[in-house]
């Protein structure tokens, strides 16, 4: 999970007028605005939650993103996701805090980050709503989950993943129930020997084959992503290789392992927010702000992965070696 992060950038106008000057405050009067990132994973047995608040100051905003209580609420709030079926409160969860110590550096205070947690049992007929309490106002939002779905290709039958040159290869799925958007994904895995170190390295490359989107959020509807073959041996060749040549001649041999395709499936409130934080190709580059979150910014909405491991085919292996030799792949 990405934490979703609010910054108000402050810009001081100087106006020059002949025999006249006025004073201008740029900032408003205070306002708590808080601010929710959210992902249900029903494939996961945690609900994880950023809570943050918006702010504005008279000092420098970057100086002020580096101070803790800038951004998070020190006094403490009440966070609650309950579950919901036919209109009743069937369940409810509240949140926990947890404080992870590893965030990158960046614009915002580091490396310490408050996240709210609690762990769940989830079920995929149910609603889930989220209630927050926080200086006296109620900050609400609400999701379904989105439900697994079936691969249909590659086939749950063979173990076995071929990449032939010359030819088409594609993944086929089923759309799942609650699910818009669809980003696929095959990643390449392999060992890496060296000569100066008795130790293997695991690596892995990703390779993205695209995105589609369903006609509707009913689940079932045929899908598919088409790629060529020989763009996998291609990537091999470009990405498995280290930029430092002294680096690239440590190592003794490589060991192809499994490939795994990734299907990673957003609901429909998430898409609607993917889309419109996307990059602009119009003129006009105003986008219209989204979010589900009532009283509050953000996004609480529901994903979901689906993953399907293959061996690599042995004659896909000995066309790794064909086609790059100097990659050092001896299986």
């Given at each position: 999970m990405k934490p979703y992060f609010v910054s108000l950038i402050i810009f001081s106008l100087l106006f020059f007028a002949s025999g006249?000057?006025?004073?201008?405050?740029?900032?408003?009067?205070?306002?708590?605005?808080?601010?929710?990132?959210?992902?249900?994973?029903?494939?996961?047995?945690?609900?994880?939650?950023?809570?943050n608040k918006a702010?504005?100051?008279?000092?420098?905003?970057?100086?002020?993103?580096q101070i803790e209580d800038?951004?998070?609420?020190?006094?403490?709030?009440?966070?609650?996701?309950?579950?919901?079926?036919?209109?009743?409160?069937?369940?409810?969860?509240?949140?926990?805090?947890?404080?992870?110590?590893?965030?990158?550096?960046?614009t915002f205070y580091n490396p310490y980050q408050v996240l709210y947690y609690a762990p769940y049992q989830p079920n995929t007929s149910r609603e889930y709503r989220l209630s927050i309490q926080v200086n006296n106002k109620e900050v609400t939002a609400k999701?379904?989950?989105?439900?697994?779905?079936?691969?249909?290709?590659?086939?749950?039958?063979?173990?076995?993943?071929?990449?032939?040159?010359?030819?088409?290869?594609?993944?086929?799925?089923?759309?799942?129930?609650?699910?818009?958007?669809?980003?696929?994904?095959i990643r390449f895995k392999f060992k890496e020997v060296f000569l100066d170190s008795p130790d293997t390295l695991l690596r892995q490359i990703d390779w993205a084959l695209g995105t589609r989107k369903s006609i509707h959020t009913n689940g079932g509807e045929e899908m598919f992503i088409k790629y060529q073959n020989?763009?996998?041996?291609?990537?091999?060749?470009?990405?498995?290789?280290?930029?430092?040549?002294?680096?690239?001649?440590?190592?003794?041999?490589?060991?192809?392992?499994?490939?795994?395709?990734?299907?990673?499936?957003?609901?429909?409130?998430?898409?609607?927010?993917?889309?419109?934080?996307?990059?602009?190709?119009s003129i006009i580059q105003d986008k219209p702000d989204y979010t589900n979150i009532s009283n509050g910014l953000g996004i609480f909405s529901s994903r979901y992965l689906n993953v399907r491991e293959k061996k690599i085919h042995p004659e896909t292996v000995q066309d790794i070696r064909n086609l790059a030799p100097e990659l050092k792949f001896v299986y």
């Amino acid at each position: 999970m990405k934490p979703y992060f609010v910054s108000l950038i402050i810009f001081s106008l100087l106006f020059f007028a002949s025999g006249c000057e006025e004073e201008f405050d740029m900032n408003a009067p205070y306002q708590d605005i808080t601010v929710v990132y959210g992902l249900i994973d029903p494939g996961e047995d945690t609900i994880f939650l950023r809570i943050n608040k918006a702010f504005l100051g008279d000092g420098n905003a970057l100086v002020m993103a580096q101070i803790e209580d800038s951004s998070i609420y020190v006094n403490g709030l009440l966070a609650v996701v309950e579950e919901w079926e036919n209109n009743n409160m069937v369940k409810s969860y509240t949140m926990d805090t947890i404080t992870i110590k590893n965030k990158e550096s960046g614009t915002f205070y580091n490396p310490y980050q408050v996240l709210y947690y609690a762990p769940y049992q989830p079920n995929t007929s149910r609603e889930y709503r989220l209630s927050i309490q926080v200086n006296n106002k109620e900050v609400t939002a609400k999701t379904t989950l989105v439900r697994n779905f079936s691969i249909i290709r590659p086939s749950a039958g063979s173990a076995f993943i071929m990449f032939k040159p010359g030819n088409e290869g594609e993944v086929r799925w089923n759309s799942a129930n609650n699910g818009r958007r669809y980003e696929v994904m095959i990643r390449f895995k392999f060992k890496e020997v060296f000569l100066d170190s008795p130790d293997t390295l695991l690596r892995q490359i990703d390779w993205a084959l695209g995105t589609r989107k369903s006609i509707h959020t009913n689940g079932g509807e045929e899908m598919f992503i088409k790629y060529q073959n020989n763009s996998f041996y291609t990537i091999i060749k470009n990405r498995v290789p280290y930029g430092d040549a002294v680096e690239e001649a440590r190592v003794s041999a490589r060991f192809t392992n499994n490939v795994e395709f990734f299907f990673a499936v957003a609901a429909e409130e998430l898409n609607t927010y993917i889309e419109v934080n996307e990059p602009s190709n119009s003129i006009i580059q105003d986008k219209p702000d989204y979010t589900n979150i009532s009283n509050g910014l953000g996004i609480f909405s529901s994903r979901y992965l689906n993953v399907r491991e293959k061996k690599i085919h042995p004659e896909t292996v000995q066309d790794i070696r064909n086609l790059a030799p100097e990659l050092k792949f001896v299986y």
